[in-house]
C-alpha cells in the first residue's frame, strides 16, 4: 500500500479524497495556488504546497509544477480528483515516468475514450450499443448536411473533443443546419483546439443514465450499478441519484452487463463511469439506452453509489493503485436504499445563475443524518477563479421519498451570507411534480427553470421574529417598550422598504441589523432609514461588475427607462456570458461601461435611480 499521496486538485473533491487517505493512514500533500492559501484542503491535508497563482493555468493546470511538488515532499502517488489534469493521458505518463503511482486508469485507456468520435466507434465493436448517427472522418459541411437528413431532425452536433457540456448543437431543421454546425466548430477550435464534431439523432424525452465502474489490474471488472443524472441545467448536472428511478432488474443487468463490456474493451483500472442516453418517452427500455461517453475518472456524483453501496470509492482507487484487487465480487455488491444529490453553488439564480463570490461571512450546512462535501468553512473565501460548487450535499433514506425529503431538508436548514447560493432553486427542483414522481428528463429545467428561480421571499412571521429583536435600536420605530398592540413599521430587507408587523415588546438585545434565514435562504434586515428609501440610495441600484472580466455588449443607453429584470449589458468572466439586469424599474442615471472594455471586480458600471412617483 502506498504510503503518501499528494491530490492534484482543490476544493470539496481534495478534501474527499484527504478524509478517505487519512483513515487508512496515509500522508496526504496538497497543492495550492495563491487564491487558495486558506483554503480547506490546504488546511486538511498534513502538507502543503504552493505551485503558482491563481489562475488554474498557471498552477493547478501544470503538470511540471504537480510532480515537482511531489518529489520535494516524498509522496509516492498522485490523485487527480476531477477536472484540472484528470482526463490528460501525457500527464498521467509523466507521472508514472517520474517514478510515480498515478491514482487512475492506464494512459491508452483515457486516450481511447478522449473523443468522442473514437469512443463511439471501439464501443460499438464491443457490442455496447451507441447513439445512433454519424461519426466518421468526412467533415465536409455538405456532406454532413446530407447525413443529419438521413439521421432525421432534430439532429445534435457534437464536437469530438468536447465536454462539460460545451461544443453541442441541437439542430431542429435542415435550414439551420449550416449556421448551426459553423457556430459549433468555431467553438469547438476555440475550446478544444479541434473543430471536428460528429452527429447524432436527437434523443427525445432523453434521460441521463451513467454506470459506475471499477477495474483493477488483475484482470477484474466489476460494476456498482447505476445512477440517474437527468436533472441538468444547460447539460450540466444539478441533481443526481441513485438508483435511477423506474429501472427493472432486467433493464439494469442489460445496461450494467454492456458498461463492464466498455471497461473491458479499454483494459480498465480504476474508478470509471460509462454514461448512456435513454429515450424515456416509454420509461426505459434496455433497446432504447445508448451509450454516450466514458469519464476516466472519479465523477462528481460519485458519493450516491458510495451511499447505496457502502463501498468507498476512493478507498478503492487507492487500493487499485496499490496493486491490489478490488476488494468485493460483483455478486458481493447490492443496492440498499436510495441516495441523492444536490449542487450547491455560489450563484445566483435571480440573476442568471451568475457566480456570486466573496466572504462567506454565514456558512451553515448542517448533516442531520446526511453527508457534505464540502471545500470551503464560515470565513473563507469563494474566489473567481475556479468552479463556483461550493458543496454536495448527499441525502441517503429507505426509499426514494425519504431521501429526497431529508436532501430538501438539509438544504431549507442551510443559511449561507452574503455570498447567494442555488439553495432555493434546488428545493424548488425537488419539489417538482416531476421530480417527485421520478420522471424527469434533461429538459425539464429548460422548460420550467423559470418557476424554479423565482426569487424567494422571507414569511411575515420570520420577518415579525427578525424585527422585533431589532425593535428598541430602530430609529424610525420609537416604540414603547411596554405597547402591547400589533402595529407595522418600516424596516430595509436588502435595501429595499418593507413593513412588518410587530407586537408587544421588542428584545432586550438590540442589533442594527439582522439576517433572516429562513427555507435555505438568508435576507439582511436593517432599520428603515429615510434617505435610503424611494429614488434609490447610492449602492441601491449601483450595477458592479460581479467579476473580473470583459463587457462585450452594451443594451442601454444613459437616460433610457428600464423595467426591473431588463438586460443591461452582458460581461464575460470565468469563459462565461453573464448578463446585468435592471434590479427594479427605473432609469439609467450612469452608465460607465463600453463593449470591449476590460473591468474589474465590483467596479460600477452602470447606476439605475427609481423614478420619483
Ligand atoms: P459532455 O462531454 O459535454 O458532457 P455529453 O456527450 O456527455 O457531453 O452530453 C451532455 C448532455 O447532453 C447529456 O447528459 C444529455 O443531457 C445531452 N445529450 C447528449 N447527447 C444527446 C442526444 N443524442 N440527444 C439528446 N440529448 C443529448
Redesign the pocket.
Known sequence: MINSLLIANRGEIACRIIRTAREMGIRTVAVYSDADAKALHVREADEAVHIGTSPARESYLIGEKIIAAAKETGAEAIHPGYGFLSENAEFAQAVADAGLVWVGPKPSSITAMGL?DAAKKLMADAGVPV?P?YMGENQDPAFLAEQAAEIGYPV?I?AVA???????R?VDAAADFADMLASCQREAAASFSNDHVLI?????T?R?IEVQVFGDTHGNVVHLFERD??L?RR?Q?VIEEAPAPGMDEATRAELCAAAVRAAQAVDYVGAGTI?F?ADASEGLRADRIWF??MNTRLQVEHPVTEEITGVDLVEWQLRVASGEPIPLKQDELAINGWAMEARLYAEDPAKGFLPSIGTLELFQLPEHSGRVDTGVYEGAEVSPFYDPMIAKVIAWGEDREEARELLSEMLEDSAIWPVRTNSAFLINALDHPDFVAGTVD?GLIGRDGDAMTEEPAPTAQALTNAAMAMVPRSPQAGFRLNAPDVRTAPFLLNGERVEVELHGPGAEEPAPAMLVAEGGSVWQLAPWRADASAGGAAGDGAILSPMPGKVIAVDVAAGDKVTKGQKLLTLEAMKMEHSLTAPFDGVVAELNASAGAQVQVEALLARIEKEET
Open positions: 468522442k447513439t448517427g445534435l457534437k468536447g465536454g462539460g457540456g460545451k461544443g453541442m441541437k447524432e439523432k436527437y434523443i427525445l432523453p441521463h443524472c437527468s441538468q447539460h448536472k454514461e442516453i454516450m461517453e434533461t
